[in-house]
């Protein structure tokens, strides 16, 4: 650690690790978009004001593909199919073959990165780390690939997409993910901090995986409820809660 992030008061912390979606990029304004325009395209009964229950929908998941894949249990294919046709079931779209889900997925894309773009406070945050002498990288449950595509689209290209699904053939909350985005960063477990918008796959498996665990629960922008216990629970394993980025340089001061 450098000189000027001693001075800081930074000693017990030598890197930071960032999640990428709805942390650093704004990935629920994102699907917004994208999902306004599968729905002008496969949903066009469904009134404008219901496009709010088409997104909650969406980012919740409740069947779990993602996190199957995440698990690498289902292709990342079949879980964004598996996702489109449930979607379709509970707002009136049509059954959607592998043929026909190819065409929805290319709308899908489309509108999906035509919405990426970062989070007011990503930059300021990732120019106060890496000012204060911290080495700084995403790891995330997307291909790395793909992630680094966004990034650079959203001007956060310049922080490294260290591991992704395909890294590791797992995600979060897989405590080897982790240790591998440590192990690339350069830094020990124990000495670095993780932030993400996920208090379970994010901030406590960081926790469980020897890391120091921050939960980044912006306003609004949980996926689903959470409960005081969970949360409470989750804080009394060392998990630490920020509600914004532009919060991350105070806490890591303090660590």
Not at 50 to 65: C, K, N, P, T, Y
Request: aromatic share 6%; glycine share 14%.
């Amino acid at each position: 650690m450098s000189a000027q992030a001693d001075s800081m008061g930074l000693r017990a912390v030598d890197g930071v690790l960032l999640d990428v979606d709805d942390t650093l990029v704004d990935t629920r304004g994102a699907f917004e978009h994208a999902l306004a325009q599968v729905a002008r395209a496969y949903l066009p009964d469904l009134p404008d004001t219901r496009l709010g229950e088409v997104l909650a929908a969406w980012r919740a998941d409740v069947s779990g593909h993602y996190r199957r894949y995440t698990r690498g249990e289902i292709g990342y294919v079949e879980q964004r199919r598996e996702r489109a046709n449930e979607l379709h079931e509970a707002f009136g779209g049509p059954v959607l073959d592998e043929a026909a889900f190819r065409a929805w997925d290319e709308v899908f894309e489309q509108g999906f990165a035509a919405g990426w773009t970062a989070h007011p406070d990503a930059s300021g945050a990732i120019d106060a780390l890496t000012g204060a002498g911290l080495a700084v990288g995403a790891l995330t449950n997307a291909a790395v690939g793909y992630q680094t595509q966004k990034m650079t689209a959203t001007g956060l290209g310049h922080v490294p997409v260290l591991v992704g699904m395909d890294t590791l053939g797992v995600g979060k909350p897989a405590p080897q993910v982790f240790l591998e985005g440590c192990r690339r960063l350069g830094t020990d477990p124990g000495r670095t901090v993780y932030v993400g918008d996920e208090l379970d796959i994010d901030a406590l498996a960081a926790v469980q995986a020897g890391l120091v665990g921050v939960w980044l629960d912006r306003p609004g922008g949980r996926r689903h409820v959470i409960g005081d216990e969970e949360i409470e629970g989750a804080v009394q394993a060392g998990v630490r809660v920020i509600g914004s980025l532009g919060q991350l340089v105070g806490l890591v001061r303090t660590v």
